[in-house]
């Protein structure tokens, strides 16, 4: 006997796992070498911006081994853009990133040329023979560069501002005007970067004879990246298959249309040969997308009680040398999630995206929220410091209530694109957050010197946008041994999709999991129309699309079922999946059925965001003589609607925080004023190891279900990124309390709290 | 020119160029690709692998330096037929997610417990912070990594450097 509906909510283990373990994934570069395979490796741009004079290509394509060396004179006078996936305004345009550079450069790490050997090592071998003539430039580094515009990345386009996008709500101008109490502060995040344990790598392969291209290494968005490809090498879209591999990470950069998305097909199709590419670390660091470089000079009005008026300000964000696929999502998300989960009813804040010589900008798992958490809620406890208000009242005092649902956001210009907030108990989250962390009894430690450290606490509010539309596509299939096959348009990037897909559709269906024969997602031959996996879509849209063919795959089956056993579909019942019983209890086995090929597709359409929502409060340590800082310990709570499995959303939830808190304590992507990469090494770039944040703990709940998806699912994995700036920072000052230290920029490295410290004492001596 | 060693109880024989690392070689020669390269300059420890029985980064290990040598890697610490003691630990504490970084978590792992399989959460966290995984934040790894520990205690039975088939 089985319940219905008893895997959704289980702590199923994955079936993923059992490849991973034994090594048996199959990564891009784990694929069997083709014959007359060439290698591709990429010269690249050391110079942040500047003319090209010449590529002189000649010794390179004289050495012994190397086939081919394609530069932008390759491709005609057609060289093709890197598109905007997601805003795609046609301002973005003038600003778009040519495949290879084409008469400038304008970023370290920019392709100029691509070599094409019989091994990878020639082929790296002939990087070095390769004569790039570059006219220095003088680099643009920093927005305050950008803005100057003495040096113009777009001399035709006359300016380095690509966009400036504005939040509004209410009247900010006049809440401002009649309010009792204004503070004005500038904080500023720094840039980083998802950086996935899996560099990037492509396969590709062009069949002349039948004028088909298969691209291996796709990742997250494989649809839309087909039909870029297919418009910018002149074929059609059905010409093109992208498959999936297993993906070793993705954190919203993996996946993204990068140049060498062209790159490898054309060198493909121009050699007739298949030619693979693997990308080294160094690379990825330049050349993926980067994130997080953000400014913001922000302005609260309050009531001397406590109630927040209105929230006005300008930001600024680096977004590098070009606009390229889902670039303007994190300014984007700076302008509208600047008020995070708070009841702020007039709200201006503009942002203004700067180019600099930098790599281009794309998304990091919750773009545009790590930076306003950080900006926001060290604000909120600079506000309740200055009031004598109590932290935690004053925020629960300025929470968006549970019947205030759903909540309007500020309205984002130039779209005019409207968002609320859809459901939820934001008190609820705090007042476990604080239980959890035992607040009461941790907040008399504040500020406290304890054996040379002092103690400090902090909590902070986040919310977590999910289910981006317009649409996501499954098809169900009942093989001829009575299992089914589930096809979907989502992507897998390592979060256990195919284990949480077939919980679903095993209940959808009213079978056990082991009649799902496996979830399939790899390839854009599997489903007529995909949208992928982002925004953390993948649950609520794929999803509810697994619900919608099941609910018509049992119709199709019902129909075959009453054929067979003279009745009307109507009058079917189908018992366990495995049967369909008509009246008086004739019944036939699926399995005898299936010959007649029954499948069917489904598809969940949306134009609204889930919102997942919680709270994290840390308890740290800092030694003021070294700047380090001990995490004694972290608790995150958030309710992200219906859980499918229990065990993967805790997984991602502590995973997030650990990424959130290498955002706020380390990793930084460093660039000198030459617009040089300083940070181009694993041994530079520091991200989180084993032994640096051991002392954490992540609660999950679904106590409120979204309202708007069958499924009541909303989106998760982002929310242990998003608070972790801000309250670290706020639990840093709040143990510094004494010194007067007051963090406005973000990583708080141990280099950074000493000057701090150094820079207060030397303040109050000096009083 | 000509390397010779023993790869998962199997000898082998391969003709290298003298600067190919220890990681192509296993994965482009011998189709060992359970060993992932993620740096390539020794930080991440992806490509970690047992030689001789220690745990060491093959992206920093020239092939020809394994002339004679004795390698595990994560496919020597696996079976057909079920997960070994150690994986199933992973599985049931959720330690991996996109698992690209596992296969050196275990070959890590599992040098570790075959030497000291009385670690401390302390020495699990010392040791495997030379592996990188941007997933789990660690947690779970530290937590089934502890849990295995009673796999490798000498009375559960021989230990050889196959690992613990099942």
Not at chain 1, 1 to 28: A, K
Not at chain 1, 424 to 431: E, I, R, S, V
Not at chain 1, 554 to 581: H, M, N, W
Request: glycine share 10%; hydrophobic share 40%; net charge negative.
């Amino acid at each position: 006997m089985r319940t219905v509906n008893s895997l959704i909510g289980s702590p199923i283990e994955r079936f993923e796992d059992l490849r991973f373990l034994r090594g048996r994934g199959e990564y891009v570069d784990d694929l069997a070498a083709r014959n007359d395979m060439l290698h591709a490796a990429i010269l690249r741009s050391s110079v942040a911006h500047g003319r090209i004079r010449s590529i002189d290509v000649a010794a390179a394509r004289a050495l012994p081994g190397v086939h081919n060396v394609i530069t932008a004179k390759d491709m005609g006078n057609r060289v093709p853009r890197v598109p905007m996936r997601l805003q795609p305004l046609p301002e973005f345009e003038r600003f778009g990133q040519p495949v290879i550079a084409e008469n400038k450069v304008r970023y370290v790490g920019e392709a100029l040329a691509v070599v094409l050997a019989g091994t990878a090592g020639i082929a790296e071998d002939a990087l070095g023979l390769i004569e790039a003539d570059i006219e220095p430039l003088p680099a643009v580094a920093d927005r305050h560069a950008s803005a100057a515009e003495a040096s113009l990345l777009f001399e035709e386009v006359g300016s380095n501002l690509a966009m400036r996008f504005r939040a509004l709500r209410g009247d900010a101008s006049a809440a401002f005007a009649g309010a009792p109490y204004i503070r004005r502060e500038r904080f500023r995040t720094q840039r980083h970067m998802a950086l996935p344990m899996e560099p990037r790598g492509l396969l590709a392969e062009w069949d002349a004879a039948r004028g088909r291209l298969t691209v291996y290494g796709g990742a997250k968005v494989l649809f839309f990246n087909r039909r870029t490809l297919a418009k910018q090498m002149g074929l059609p879209e059905s010409a093109i298959e992208i498959v999936e591999n297993d993906v070793g990470g993705g954190f919203g950069a993996r996946g993204e249309f990068y140049p060498e998305d062209f790159l490898i097909p054309f060198a493909a199709r121009l050699t007739g040969r298949p030619v693979k590419w693997t990308e080294d670390r160094r690379e990825h660091l330049m050349c993926v997308n980067h994130a997080r470089e953000a400014e913001c000079d922000v302005e609260i009005a309050c009531t001397r009680e406590g109630t927040i008026l209105g929230l006005r300000g300008h930001a600024y964000v680096d977004v590098g040398a070009y606009m390229r696929t889902n670039g303007a999502v994190g300014a984007r998300n700076v302008a509208q999630f600047m008020s995070g989960p708070y009841r702020i009813p007039n709200i201006d804040i503009d942002v203004a995206l700067q180019l600099t010589n930098k790599t281009p900008v794309g998304t990091y798992r919750g773009p545009g929220r790590f930076e306003t958490d950080f900006f926001r809620e060290r604000l909120l406890d600079m506000v309740a410091q200055d009031l004598g208000l109590d932290r935690v009242e004053f925020r629960r005092r300025n929470l968006v209530s549970q019947r205030e649902m759903p909540y309007q956001l500020a309205t984002i210009t130039p779209f005019e694109s409207k968002d609320e907030l859809d459901s939820g108990d934001y008190h609820a989250t705090l007042d476990r957050c604080l239980h959890e962390i035992k607040w009461s009894d941790k907040s008399k430690l504040a500020g406290k010197l304890i054996d040379g450290r002092y103690h400090g606490v902090a909590v902070g509010c986040f919310i977590e946008g999910g289910a981006a539309g317009p649409k996501e596509s499954a098809r169900i299939v009942l093989e001829l041994d009575g299992r089914y096959s589930v096809y979907v348009g989502s992507s897998a990037i390592g979060q256990g999709l195919e284990t949480v897909f077939a919980q679903i559709a095993a209940d959808a269906l009213e079978v056990t999991i082991d009649h799902i024969r496996g979830v399939f997602h790899g390839s854009t031959s599997y489903v007529g129309d995909g949208y992928g996996a982002y925004h953390s879509r993948s649950v609520v849209m794929g999803g509810s699309a697994i619900l919608d063919a099941a609910t018509k795959l049992r119709e199709a089956i019902r129909t075959q079922a009453a054929q067979r056993l003279a009745c009307q579909p109507s009058e079917v019942e189908i018992v366990d999946g495995v049967k369909a019983v008509g009246p008086g209890g004739k019944s036939i086995g699926l399995n005898s059925i299936s010959d007649a090929g029954i499948s069917a597709d489904g598809a969940f359409l949306n134009k609204k965001h889930t919102y997942t929502y919680g709270t994290h409060a840390a308890h740290v340590a800092v030694d003021p003589k070294i700047g380090h800082v001990e995490l004694l310990d972290y608790v995150l709570v958030e309710d992200c609607g219906r859980i499918i499995n229990p065990m993967t959303v805790h997984g991602q939830a502590i995973g997030s925080l650990v990424q959130g808190l290498g955002g706020a304590m380390m990793e930084h992507l460093v660039y000198d004023q030459e617009g040089q990469l300083l940070t181009g090494s694993l041994a530079d770039y520091l991200i989180p190891t084993a032994s640096d944040f051991p002392n954490l703990r992540a609660i999950v709940f679904g106590n409120h279900p979204s309202p708007i998806n069958p499924l009541g699912a909303k989106g998760a994995g982002e929310g242990g990124i998003i608070a972790a700036g801000g309250v670290m920072a706020n639990a840093v000052a709040n143990a510094l309390s004494a010194l007067g230290v007051e963090p406005r920029e973000l990583p708080l490295t141990p280099t950074r709290i000493w000057e701090l410290v150094q820079a207060a004492s030397s303040n109050k001596q000096s009083v | 020119m000509p390397v010779k060693f023993r790869v998962n109880g199997r000898q082998v024989e391969v003709d290298v160029e003298p600067r190919l690392t220890l990681a192509d070689c296993l994965r482009h020669h011998l189709r060992l690709t359970g060993t992932h390269v993620g740096c390539e300059h020794g930080v991440c420890g992806a490509c970690t692998v047992i030689v001789d029985g220690a745990a060491v980064r093959s992206c920093l290990m020239l092939a020809v330096q394994a002339d004679g040598a004795e390698i595990v890697t994560v496919e020597g610490l696996s079976s057909d037929a079920e997960l070994t003691p150690l994986q199933k630990s992973f599985r049931k504490h959720h330690a991996l997610q996109c698992g690209f970084c596992t296969p050196g978590m275990i070959t890590t792992a599992h040098a570790l417990l075959s030497e000291e399989p009385d670690c401390d959460a302390a020495r699990v966290r010392e040791v495997l912070s030379g592996n990188l995984c941007r997933c789990t934040g660690y947690i779970p790894i530290v937590e089934a990594v502890l849990d295995a520990r009673a796999a490798y205690q000498p009375k559960a039975g021989t230990r050889d450097r196959g690992g613990d088939r099942a």
